[in-house]
């Protein structure tokens, strides 16, 4: 497991140079690929959130298209549409944006539901389905979402069945007054974002190489008493009185693949309670629905989730 925790502290490394003080986020987004997973990033604007799923996909020397969802935005404008050939009188598939090895959705929740459901097989089957015909698509694939907490006007809730194909929610934050001063220092110096080919990155991977990681992380064992713990948390959220809604069984499936990759990039080929611990709010943030008094009272997920990590006895 020493060679992928090397790959790890490389990809984490080489994006510090054009990421400032996000390196739990870039890990987080690596996990999640090896994973086989999908991310939502939630953030202010400006908190370089797509600059990080375009860093990503250069050091692994993956295809990356970014798709700007709107309210005016159709399915076929993301799946692709079927075209007539005059010259062999045949319909072929004119592929849209969504055959790309990271797909960046920014803003997905300003774009309709029937736009949003477009991403619901791709997503879960890796898979396109159009006129009866199925189009794989490329591996890996990772749909990496954003959306703005602060501005709900013109936007449309995302569908519980979406929402629960997300590996992950991650929280960006401002950065400390250490890290800003740090980002106005960099484009001082002449640092651009919209030219990252200027800044000299190395590749770390391929996405070929991403098999044998995988491999790796598969190799991780899991102790009973992880699995148990494991699956006390998820159904302690379904038993929970602030919880409407609890987190389902892919959620206990999320937090034993990530926790497994987790530890592979820490050079373990076991699992501990802490690297589930770890993943706990990213996992099931978005998938509770809390209820209404509860949120009255301020609470969020993160505190519920934190509570019924509180109540549960961690494995020895």
């Known amino acids: 497991m020493t060679n992928t925790k090397a790959i790890r502290d490389l990809v984490v490394a080489e994006a510090g140079r054009v990421i400032v003080g996000q390196e739990a986020t870039i890990e987080l987004l690596f ?11 939630e953030g202010v604007p400006g908190t370089a959130k797509t600059l990080m799923a375009k860093t990503l996909a250069l050091l692994l020397r993956a295809d990356f298209t970014r798709v700007q969802f709107t309210p005016d935005l159709m399915p076929s404008d993301i799946l692709g549409t079927s075209v007539f050939d005059l010259s062999s009188s045949r319909f072929y598939l004119k592929q849209g944006p969504i055959f790309t090895n990271f797909l960046l959705a920014d803003e997905i929740n300003r774009a309709p539901a029937k736009t949003q ?6 997503m879960e089957e890796r898979q396109v389905t159009l006129d009866g015909t199925r189009y794989p698509l490329p591996d890996p694939f990772i ?6 907490p602060i501005e709900y006007e013109g936007t449309y809730p995302l569908p519980e069945a979406q929402i ?8 960006v934050d401002y950065g400390t007054s250490d890290e800003e001063q740090e980002i106005l220092n960099r484009y ?40 148990g713990y494991i699956t006390r948390i998820v159904r302690e959220t379904r038993e929970s009185r602030d919880i409407r809604l609890g987190a389902s069984p892919r959620a206990a499936i999320a937090l034993l693949l990530g926790s497994k990759v987790l530890a592979a990039l820490d050079g373990r080929d076991f699992v501990l309670p802490d690297d589930v611990k770890r993943l706990a709010l990213p996992v099931l943030r978005h998938r509770i629905v809390l209820k209404p008094e509860v949120e009255l009272e301020g609470m969020t997920a993160d505190m519920v989730v934190s509570n019924v990590l509180a109540a549960i006895e961690v494995p020895r």
């Open 31 to 41: 996990v999640a690929l090896l994973a086989g997973g999908h991310v939502l990033i």
């Open 117 to 122: 459901a477009a991403l619901l097989e791709a």
């Open 188 to 227: 001082h110096r002449g640092f651009d974002a919209r030219a990252l080919n200027m800044v000299g990155l190395e590749p770390v991977l391929g996405p070929g190489d991403l098999a044998s990681l995988r491999t790796e992380f598969q190799a991780v064992t899991v102790d009973s008493g992880v699995i």
């Open 164 to 171: 629960d194909r997300f590996l992950f929610k991650l929280l």
């Open 143 to 148: 749909t990496v979402a954003t959306q703005n």
